[in-house]
């Protein structure tokens, strides 16, 4: 069943967002709009886009959340593989999400700080070099017609 689930709603959650439904979301409420004067501007008129519309956002959001569920967890387990293969990270970053909302709190306020520091310019500084040095280098070990 989740598997099922899953492909479901990540093929909707692509098909939903491409351009041509919404253009064919566009198309019928224009033409629901074009009908009103036919239709007196009636509560029915009215009700058929509401009730449309509701059943349309409520199945969607089920879809759209599994998905971006899955999206996060997978930019999570990313960026946890990241910290573990860098030297120098704090690998108890690992699973921050899973902190409280006040220890996230807290973490956001340290790193605040440590932003306000007069040596965190310099220190930001050194890590942009040392990135471009090694950009410079991998390019170098790159270059066509070299091993």
Partial sequence: MKSVFRSVSSKVSAWAGSPAVFLGAVLIVGTWAGTGNYFNY???????INTGTTIVTFLMVFLIQNTQNRDGKAVQIKLDELIRATKGARQWYVGLEEMTDDEIAELNHEFSQI?????????????HETIEAEHAQRSR???????
Wanted: hydrophobic share 40%; no cysteine.
């Fill in 42 to 48: 009636s509560d029915t008129w009215q009700l058929v």
């Fill in 115 to 127: 932003a306000h520091r007069p040596g965190a310019a310099r220190a930001l500084k050194k890590l």
């Fill in 141 to 147: 070990l790159h270059l066509p017609g070299r091993k």
